[in-house]
């Protein structure tokens, strides 16, 4: 009998979800003019603007509340939008455009998906901070790229007890007291 956990596998869901989201805009919607997205903190290749940029910053509980089976959890994620326009100001238009166009394809996928999914369910987004009007310098180069972004948190019950997967198809219940072949750290695992 085996039992691990997949709690990453959760926990990477989310912003594998929210990525899914802008992907299926960029793919056939409101953002179809989406030349790059990018996922992870660090990047080495090229931007053909327009550009999305996503950010993902540290988790925290939500508010005060205590750890338990079901928790709540806060996943800010920052979103640059980058958009290249030889007037400066046009370009900073563009890149707010860009970053509302973004938030209205959160949203819309947001209101299909509020139902729970097998490890986690969102209940809500919380708007933090829109940064209207940055620049992106390019290296060797004089041009100054426009960018705007916003900061969103997204408000997320996780079950930890539905994070634990059982590798055979026993279905015996895990935490059960009596189960003699099942040790905490197994749960742990």
């Known amino acids: 009998m085996g039992y691990s956990t997949s709690i990453l596998t959760a926990i990477s869901q989310i912003p594998l979800t929210i990525e899914e989201w802008i992907q299926k805009e ?33 988790w925290s509980g ?37 970053t509302g166009r973004l938030i209205a394809s959160i949203l819309k996928h947001f ?24 620049t992106l310098g390019i290296e ?3 041009e100054i790229v426009s960018v705007a972004g916003v900061l969103l948190e997204f408000v997320i019950l996780i079950d930890w007890m539905k994070c634990l997967s059982i590798d055979d198809k026993n279905n015996e219940n895990i935490f ?13 695992k």
């Open 26 to 58: 960029i793919d056939n919607g409101i953002l179809d003019d989406v030349e790059t997205f990018i996922t992870s903190y660090q990047n080495e290749m090229e931007l053909e603007t327009p550009t999305i940029w996503l950010n993902q910053h540290e």
């Open 62 to 98: 939500y508010k005060d509340e205590a750890l338990a089976n079901k928790y709540k959890v806060t996943v800010p994620i920052e979103f640059a939008c980058i958009e290249y326009d030889d007037d400066l100001k046009q370009g900073e238009i563009k890149a707010i455009n860009l």
């Open 111 to 134: 209101r299909r998906y509020k139902k729970k999914n097998e490890f986690f369910q969102m209940l809500k987004i919380n708007f933090k901070t829109l940064y209207p009007n940055g």
């Open 140 to 142: 060797n180069k004089q």
């Open 176 to 188: 059960s007291l009596d189960n003699p072949e099942l040790t905490y750290t197994e749960i742990l």
